[in-house]
């Protein structure tokens, strides 16, 4: 657990997150700048065309959707049952319900065209991203770190498991990109090479089509 000292913010740095457990970090650092992205987008009135950009916030839907059903599903429950005074995943889950509320509305926005109110759409999204995880992480990253490291490594497997094809071929590259290089060696220590060959190669290239609507 945190010692008073300890910064349990992937916002401000990863360096102060024991490293198996930098892949969640990593997630929560690229739903932050996916959202900025959203927003930077919106406040220059787009680039391109919309269906571009509602693909792409598709592919980010669908891995925050994966990654809070996975929390709710299976992280709460063991660290509840494992970890003494684990005490947050009723705010938690309630944040995820919200997230899926203007996750759901940045898509309506985006599929009907209605340019004019995405901005707005956009940034609510991104405050309540940074709002959730600024209640989720001071409270989990230090029940995590508290967690033997093989123990966490078995509970991280069936959460990734857990994700569905979709999520699966684009989560490692979503997550690394522009990642710091000592959390990515960090992570990728813990990925089967043959995965991770295929994530740096075919996935990555994938992955980085998807981008034109947002850089």
């Not at 000292?5 to 970090?25: D, M, N």
């Not at 966490?152 to 690394?176: C, D, H, N």
Request: aromatic share 6%; charged share 25%; hydrophobic share 45%.
């Amino acid at each position: 657990m945190s010692d008073g000292t300890t910064v349990w913010s992937s916002e401000q740095s990863l360096g102060a997150l024991p490293e198996h457990i930098r892949g969640f970090g990593l997630m929560h650092v690229a739903m932050r700048r996916d959202a900025a992205r959203l927003c930077a987008v919106a406040a220059r009135g787009g680039s391109g065309s919309l269906a571009g950009l509602a693909d792409w916030f598709g592919r980010l839907r669908a891995v925050i959707d994966w990654h809070h059903h996975s929390e709710d599903e299976i992280l709460w429950p063991y660290l509840r049952d494992r970890v003494a005074g684990f005490d947050g995943s009723g705010v938690l889950e309630q944040d995820h319900e919200a997230l899926d509320r203007v996750m759901a509305r940045v898509a309506g926005v985006l599929a009907a065209g209605r340019s004019a109110e995405l901005p707005e759409a956009a940034r609510a999204f991104q405050s309540l991203v940074r709002e959730h995880l600024g209640h989720e992480e001071p409270v989990v990253f230090p029940a995590l770190a508290g967690l033997p490291v093989q123990e966490y490594l078995r509970v991280e497997r069936r959460i990734i498991g857990s994700a569905p094809a979709q999520v699966m071929t684009y989560l490692q590259p979503w997550m690394f990109d522009g990642a710091d290089q000592a959390s990515v060696r960090a992570v990728s220590a813990t990925i089967p090479a043959p995965v991770r060959l295929l994530g740096r190669t075919v996935l990555d290239r994938r992955y980085r089509r998807t981008l034109g609507p947002v850089l």
